[in-house]
């Protein structure tokens, strides 16, 4: 079975904290996603990366950004956290970029931001 | 652009009664549809899926089929139970890479 580890299942920062979410997986999967997830708004893709050092925004990028240096592990980056960040945060992976590919998905990291 | 649309929920219902969960989509193309649930605490974890017209998803007693007329994936089971409790998102991919666009999910309540 694929694993999706996120380093942290509960986080709270204070406004203007740089935030660090860590996500590995162990199935040498190739994409790599960020969505949040809001009650009533689904999930939101935020970032996501198709390779190693390669990163594409995606629907809500503002505020964020990622790294991927290894295969196995891709992190979101708060850089100043504020308030309207406060949310529930999804790592997941596929294996390829086929339409058929589903995504795995971690627990989850709540973010509260005060 | 493309997108996704579920009822709203929650929805709750008595153990054994029958679950139709509505989903319709917008989307260029042939997309694949997938039904991801999530149970209280954890992440998504696929439930099925369907990657053309008239296909048919099932698993765990959970069947969806892909209506390209209708634009519709809905989510059916003929008999819930407590343990269905769970919020059920609906998802497409887009034809760009593999990345999964939900609707904004239904929570589902199964009561005993």
């Known amino acids: 079975d694929v694993k999706v580890t996120q380093s942290s299942r509960y986080l709270v920062k204070r406004t203007g904290e740089k935030v660090f979410l860590e996500c590995v997986q162990d199935m040498d999967h190739e994409n790599m996603f960020w969505y949040r997830q809001d009650p009533g708004l689904g999930l939101r893709l935020i970032y996501f990366s198709y390779d190693v050092k390669m990163k594409e925004k995606g629907d809500i990028p503002e505020g964020y950004s990622v790294s991927r240096e290894k295969k196995e592990r891709f992190s979101l980056i708060l850089e100043s956290a504020s308030t309207n960040q406060t949310s529930m945060y999804l790592c997941a992976s596929s294996f390829s970029r086929r339409n058929n590919s589903p995504l795995h998905f971690g627990n989850g990291t709540r973010l509260t931001v005060t | 652009g493309n997108s996704v649309t579920q009822m709203e929920g929650p929805v709750t219902l008595s153990e054994e009664a029958f679950l139709t969960i509505n989903c319709t989509y917008t989307?260029?193309?042939?997309?694949?549809l997938f039904w991801y649930v999530q149970y209280p605490g954890e992440g998504l974890q696929l439930l099925l899926k369907a990657t053309k017209a008239d296909d048919k998803g099932s698993n765990k007693g959970f069947e969806a089929t892909y209506r390209k007329e209708t634009t519709s994936f809905h989510l059916e089971k003929g008999s819930v139970q407590v343990s269905d409790s769970a919020v059920y998102f609906c998802?497409?991919?887009?034809?760009?890479?593999?990345?999964?666009?939900f609707g904004q999910g239904t929570e589902l309540s199964v009561k005993p």
């Open positions: 998802a497409l991919s887009d034809n760009q890479g593999g990345k999964l666009i």
């Open positions: 989307a260029t193309g042939y997309p694949s």
